[in-house]
């Protein structure tokens, strides 16, 4: 059974940064494409942030420069560390494995 458990998420100040963790269990997470969507209240899910198998990484253009993807295989968890954060960014943010499987989701608000 695959599981994805998402955690680093909660509120923060205009201007400063948090980093999502996603911890996968249950697949060859080496194997598969990881990343993270979000969905702002109002607004259609958001692609943000993926990282390829071999690990090449693709951004929103909103997001670039200011939030870096990487993974550990090592530890099966992918990270998505958000810098200069926005109120905008405010949103539920999901981890996914390969489009397939997803975590619960994870709060984030940025208060200006």
């Known amino acids: 059974q695959v599981q994805l458990v998402e955690s680093g998420g909660g509120l923060v100040q205009a201007g400063g940064s948090l980093r999502l963790s996603c911890a996968a269990s249950?697949?060859?997470?080496?194997?598969?494409?990881m990343g993270w969507f979000r969905q702002a209240p109002g607004k259609e899910r958001e692609l943000v942030a993926t990282?390829?198998?071999?690990?090449?990484?693709t951004y929103v253009d909103s997001v670039k420069g200011r939030f870096t993807i990487y993974r550990d295989n090592a530890w099966n968890t992918v990270y998505l560390q958000m810098n200069s954060l926005k109120p905008e960014d405010t949103a539920v943010y999901y981890c996914?494995?390969?489009?397939?499987?997803w975590g619960q989701g994870i709060q984030v608000t940025v208060s200006s």
């Open positions: 996914h494995s390969d489009y397939k499987f």
């Open positions: 249950g697949r060859t997470f080496s194997s598969y494409a």
């Open positions: 990282i390829s198998r071999g690990g090449t990484t």
